[in-house]
């Protein structure tokens, strides 16, 4: 099993959904983070005094995918998530040694 | 009438209303948790919308359209002692239009009294239920007691009344209940109804064992201080002697203040020494206590002792908060610990320091303090009947209160598919929750 | 002048400003996303500063210094029918101080009629086009009806006015038009505007498919809860027959309260049926429509024809705000669906309901309705030519609207560079976020 | 008494009550981190839970009980230029009760006097160290400067008074020195009060470095709405020339009104052309700059020379609010910038535009400047020196400010064993935090 | 070493970090997250305009464990956090080559 | 490629993230979690009952690096964020298979 890891643009948060959800991923575990990197944060001013806010916010999603699925899971998401513009996020894959459906207890494929 | 008094009944009645909504409602609301925020507000804002049409319809009309005992002693009858007829006046048709001043006025009175008990249900009430609860229970608890109290009814000085009954003078009691704003019509009276219910609706599923903290505790001193302002027109706007009109009005406001700064004091005190550390909230709620206990009896003290009164009442409702975890009944935001325990000190502490030779402690004997006990007991029972009453028929009927599964998934959601808050998380809330909200906004078919 | 009723008046000019703010920009303001909440408010703030000092420039001149006809029946002129000579009172330097009270109410209603409008365009337009907007459009839009309906003008009773033109009285209109407190000049006219003014500015950036919903409505409520309590000083402050203030203040105050507990119900009672659950957001949505249509009504109702005219207007309020879905145009707050609507509820049915045979339905025949229509009518035209002429005005020149990328971004960083929220989320939000926020404040070099 | 004046002296009396709790207390709150907002808002409510005690018991009898001069020029001795006997009225017990409401007013002009400080020590000082602050301020700065300025003291226009020997007149002082409402006792008194405790406690940890931006404007926002409402108590109910009634009470409304639209104005404006934006926090500023300025000048203005004096305060304060980075106090929520740079602005201002010609630019000569200006130099002296003695006392014994670890951690925390907030984050909060909060809620043994 | 993250119900974790405890485990790291899957969120109305709420608050749970427990704990999340009703959540294993404590700088077994 | 993942004390977050900026790493997701160990949370009382706060709040970040940065990463953050007080958290390494640039489809290094 593999983990898809992936960090985008909130405003592209439901078009990734859709095009998964039309893939066949049945589930994913989303949060909301902050992103730090090129694209950068911008400044707010409260009776003159100046915040350089460093940080963006962005959509972290993990799906746990079978491990033929992953690397189509990470083209979809590449292609739906991209803007072209800095900041649209990285994807990353991990392994996985097992997963398990707490409601039934079934292991790996089946647990999806 | 006289113009400016007239102008301050327009600003009291007001001001009462703002009590409700929204003083009351964020008093409440930030208490609760985020998940009942909502409905707690709700409890509130309803209970407005239905007493005020009932009130208007038979309310006032049950009040005061016929008294027990005229001026010239001729007697409404003896029915006429714990209310007056509900069609005399029905729909204010025939209510003289000098006096929808003193309608709006006590109209105010009667909402906010049904809103107080909402804060024993919090977070599991069925709405339906407290939609039905409302014009019933003040049909049957509130306008009775505030005709037996204020309409020259069974709890004034009028002949054969309670107090007349204890200690008899000529043609009306020898010494008058003293009940200046409402501590039994209101604060007993809301007190009682909402023990009565936090029993019958029992507690909410983790009561004692899960985290239950308010959610939102810069509400609640919003509401705090919108109810001190709110109360200024509750206490000061119920002067009933004219002619000391720019004396006593004067004297009720400060003892108003008084009592209130010196109830959030003590309560501050007793949370340093038992907890270590005072709180916002505690001061927020010795406020509370203090306006509670000075409502009966504003007019009967001097400004030394409205603050006596209100360091006794912040420091009795401070303990008295604890006693639901003790006696393990749900009372979810203490209208019991606050408004029965606060409605009580004050109430029979008048019986204690009433000014002019009143009370036992300035040299006026014990009369005025049994008095005020008796009436004070006797209201308890009325509501704690009444209540029962509605409360069982509602139980058996339609149902008090929300099945398990929806009240662990949210009351707001369950009951007004809305949530209080979309805050969103990243960047300091920047942008609103991408996550917490839907993916597509249609019209709902009509 | 009587100093009860002076009185009155200052407390009610007060009252009518904190409506405004933080009333209405609170309302508002929790009905927008965290993204905007901010320049939400700041529209209604602005609003206040900017027609504030406009107002003792040119507005109380424009709307109050010369008459179409004064008592004697000599005439302003012509003109003076749709507003009087903006120089007479200019800067209020020949204005008689004893009128400051007038001007200070008037103010505050001129304030709150330009911040009514900001609802339609939420999320969207450009904090230096509304800046533009506001004090043109009161110029062009308020004063003058307001010196037509209040200042002795075309829509008053006045000899050639509408009313007169309609049925000819001697030397005035025989059926004069009714607007207590500014169902025309105040809720069709910004309803009208809010209308004209989404069409030019155009849809939110995902318009009925992205989710907007209220980002905090404890803030509605609390909006909702201060305009209550505001206006009663907009109605019973609009008081003009003074021999009657004591019964008439009571009654406008009662019908007020009345309407609006009505409208709150009937609002609910809508969602109820249609969407299965009654919200908060509806609650307070229906205090609004309930207090709008009262408005223009609330002197010439008894309380039970003020009951009627509050639950029809909670009714179809609560059904007017869909009409945006399916006509798909983003009136954001809906100030068409509430003010609009609830203003034509008010205004129209007035002329059914109007007490002392006034009405179609109480035995007063058709004239009252057919000129409350016409001048309904009258001031929609009136509104919808100025608002298309000063927006249009401003979109071809600085331009209405932000840009795409700016919208999404979020208004508030965009134009204010603030945000709203900085509470953190590890701990219940125990420290502010650390992420939230930035690594240094540095002084802006002035 | 007059029963229309009266009654807006028990409105006025409510307002200024209401400036406090909540006003103050939101205003400041939402300035301040989600980790201090609880500590903040306690400021100001124990402020008035103290203050309204101690003025009962001696801050009255201090003020007003004897006067330095009395009408037939009989003199209370040189100390009672100072301040009066605390003793002669100790506890109100020989008050007059007629003038119970202005003990009232009075009180809650002392009250929000001491919860302006606390804007000064955010984040840090030692909750118990303010709660002996307070009372000892208010007797060492407040009660003497009221006097002195109010109660016929070295600050009036009395015999030997500062005007007085100035420019003596025959009996009394030749020109006036001009405080309507507080410039002096209040808002000057309390910035630098603000100032010299700020130093004395000293800097937050990471100031200059660390992010410390508002954490909640909308709070920020209410409680500027709020404090605009009560103003108008303020400014209003300190008419002193009862026979102008009608006239004065409507130009000390509108003059209010109008500098506190330019001020916000004028805020709004220096911010665009220094930040490039305008600012949600500059809108709220902005007006609570211009009622500072206003105050002491609201009855000597008419409104053209208030908007002038509106829009100079607005700016000259936006500027000021920089300082503190430059010169590297932590005045943490700008008392010093807003308070004392805008009281200075009205105090001196109105010596320049006082109307009938009574300033150097309204053709009064410089005579009203001058005593304008050294009333001003002396309140600073005083207040400086007393707070600097309080201050320094109780730093040497209790200490002033937490440690370093206690204040990264969060005073709320520490300080009162609270969060402000419990929202959750997951579902737009549609439930409270599951992690936000504990295990078990078990009752403290009492 | 290993790194067991688990996706639960809200109103189980209580129950899943007493169980835990008794077991032995030191320490965790959670955080609440918004899950997709099976499980469908509610649909909230405002003024007569629908919205679904696509996601359900859930609570992840990371812990770093040692090669011999990830089995055992893996087994008490999974028995401890179950409903039987759809939405139960997930627990995964992933691999970790090392873990340092901050404090101390003590590497694996001995940072936990 | 590896992923390197630490959970800090809020106040260090500031000082990481310079340290690791210095150090060259151009990018990071971070988030704010709750912190279970060691470290006891406290106790708050609302009207006389006491709520015990088990969790502390922290800071999460991941960062994707090159195989040849981790253990300087691992060991700038373990510097930087130590406080020498229970509480300053851990860090853990785990292995990565591939990371994908969105905004240009870059692979690997080339994506960071
Ligand atoms: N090395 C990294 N490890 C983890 N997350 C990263 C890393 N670099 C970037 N990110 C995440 O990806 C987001 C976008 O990266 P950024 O450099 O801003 O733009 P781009 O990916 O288009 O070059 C960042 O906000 C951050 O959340
Ligand atoms: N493939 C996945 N990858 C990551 N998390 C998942 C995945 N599938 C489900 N989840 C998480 O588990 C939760 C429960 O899954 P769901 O399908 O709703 O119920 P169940 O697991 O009982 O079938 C989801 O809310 C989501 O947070
Ligand atoms: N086994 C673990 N797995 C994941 N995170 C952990 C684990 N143990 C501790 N943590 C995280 O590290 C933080 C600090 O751990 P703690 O035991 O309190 O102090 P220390 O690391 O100094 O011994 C915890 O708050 C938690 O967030």
Sequence with gaps: MKLVTAVIKPHKWEDVREALETFGVTGMTVSEVSGYGRQKGHTEVYRGAEYDIALVPKIRIEIVVDDGDAEDIVGIITKTAQTGRIGDGKVWVSPIETVIRVRTGDKDAAAL | ?446
């Design chain 2, 1 to 446: 009438m006289e113009n400016g008094y007239y102008t301050w009944m327009l600003v009291s009645s007001s001001l009462v209303l703002l009590m409700t909504a929204p003083g009351l409602a964020l008093f409440y609301g930030g208490m609760s948790r985020s998940k009942s925020v909502l409905n707690m507000m709700m409890m509130s804002f309803s209970a407005l919308g239905i007493v005020g049409i009932v009130y208007a319809l038979w309310g006032w009309s049950m009040s005061y359209s016929t008294t027990a005992a005229t001026v010239d002693g001729e007697t409404g009858g003896e029915v006429a002692k714990l209310f007056s007829n509900p069609f005399t006046q029905f729909g204010l048709e025939s209510t003289d239009p000098a006096n929808y001043v003193f309608v709006a006025f006590q109209m105010t009175f009667a909402v906010i009294t049904a809103a107080l008990i909402s804060g024993a249900v919090a977070d599991r009430m069925k709405f339906s239920a407290w939609l039905v609860f409302v014009p019933v229970w003040v049909t049957l608890s509130y306008f009775p007691l505030a005709h037996m109290v204020w309409g020259g009814g069974f709890l004034s000085d009028v002949q054969n009344g309670l107090a007349d009954l204890l200690f008899s003078g000529d043609g009306a009691a020898e010494v008058a209940p003293i009940d200046y704003a409402g501590g039994t019509v209101v604060h007993i009276n809301a007190g009682v109804a909402g023990l009565v219910l936090a029993l019958l609706v029992g507690r909410r599923i983790g009561f004692g064992k899960e985290p239950m903290k308010p959610h939102n505790l810069t509400l609640t001193m919003i509401g705090a201080g919108l109810l001190w302002f709110g109360w200024f027109g509750f206490n000061v706007g119920s002067i009933v002697n004219l002619d000391d009109y720019t004396t006593e009005t004067g004297l009720v406001w400060l003892n108003t203040t008084l009592a209130t700064c010196a109830a959030m004091l003590g309560w501050l005190v007793v949370e340093k020494i038992r907890d270590g550390k005072s709180t916002s909230l505690g001061a927020a709620s010795g406020v509370v206590a203090g306006l509670v206990a000075i409502t009966p009896a504003c007019g009967n003290l001097v400004p030394w002792s409205a603050m006596v009164l209100g360091v006794v009442a912040g420091m009795l409702c401070a303990l008295a908060v604890g006693l639901k975890y003790r006696w393990n009944y749900d009372d979810s935001l203490d209208v019991v610990g606050v408004h029965l325990v606060g409605g009580l000190v004050g109430t029979i502490g008048v019986g204690f320091l009433a000014s002019n030779e009143g009370g036992l402690l300035t040299g006026g004997g014990a009369k005025q303090l049994v008095v005020q006990v008796c009436v004070a007991l006797f209201a308890m029972l009325w509501s704690a009947v009444a209540t029962l009453l509605v409360g069982l028929a509602i139980k058996y009927t339609m149902g008090l209160r929300l099945d398990d599964e929806a009240e662990v998934e949210g009351i707001d959601f369950i009951e007004h598919g809305e949530s209080a808050y979309d805050l969103g998380t990243s960047g300091g809330a920047r942008r609103a929750s991408v996550l917490g909200s839907g993916s597509t906004a249609t019209e709902v078919s009509a």
